[in-house]
Nanobody, 130 residues
Framework: EVQIVESGGGLVRAGGSLRLSCTAS?????????????FTWFRQAPGKDRKGVSC????????YYADFMEGRFTISSDNAKNTVYLQMNSLKPEDTAVYYC??????????????????WGQGTQVTVSS
C-alpha cells in the first residue's frame, strides 16, 4: 500500500558529499499520511549489522542522529514532496554501506529500532574511496 524508494547513492572520494532521497508514495485512502510518520535512515556495511543513522519525525521536525555521524550528516523533510533527505558531507571510507530508508508511525518508542518500522525501501549503495 505504501512504497518507499531511496535514491542518491554512488561512488565518491573521501571528503566528498552526497544527498540521499527517500520518497514515500501512497494515499490517505490506503491509510498513509506522510505527516503521521517518522522516517529513519539505516545503513549496513559488509559483514556488519544494520544500524540507525538518523531519524526525523515529520509532524514536529524532531531529529535524532547516531553519535558516529560527528555532525557531518543532516536529515530534513519536504512535506509537499513526501520526501526525506539525508545530506552527507565530509564522507569517509567507513561510511561505505547500503543505506535504507524506513517509515513508521511517529509514536515509535525507539527511533533506531528496526522493528518499529512498517515500510522499507530497497536501499541505495554509498561507496567512499580513499
Amino acid at each position: 500500500e505504501v512504497q518507499i524508494v531511496e535514491s542518491g547513492g554512488g561512488l565518491v572520494r573521501a571528503g566528498g558529499s552526497l544527498r540521499l532521497s527517500c520518497t514515500a508514495s501512497g494515499s490517505t485512502a490506503s491509510g498513509f499520511i506522510f505527516d503521521d510518520y517518522a522516517f529513519t535512515w539505516f545503513r549496513q556495511a559488509p559483514g556488519k549489522d544494520r544500524k540507525g543513522v538518523s531519524c526525523i519525525t515529520v509532524s514536529d521536525g524532531t531529529t535524532y542522529y547516531a553519535d558516529f555521524m560527528e555532525g557531518r550528516f543532516t536529515i530534513s523533510s519536504d512535506n509537499a514532496k513526501n520526501t526525506v533527505y539525508l545530506q552527507m558531507n565530509s564522507l569517509k571510507p567507513e561510511d561505505t554501506a547500503v543505506y535504507y530508508c524506513a517509515a513508521g508511525l511517529s509514536s515509535i518508542l525507539n527511533p533506531f529500532d528496526e522493528y518499529e518500522y512498517n515500510y522499507w525501501g530497497q536501499g541505495t549503495q554509498v561507496t567512499v574511496s580513499s
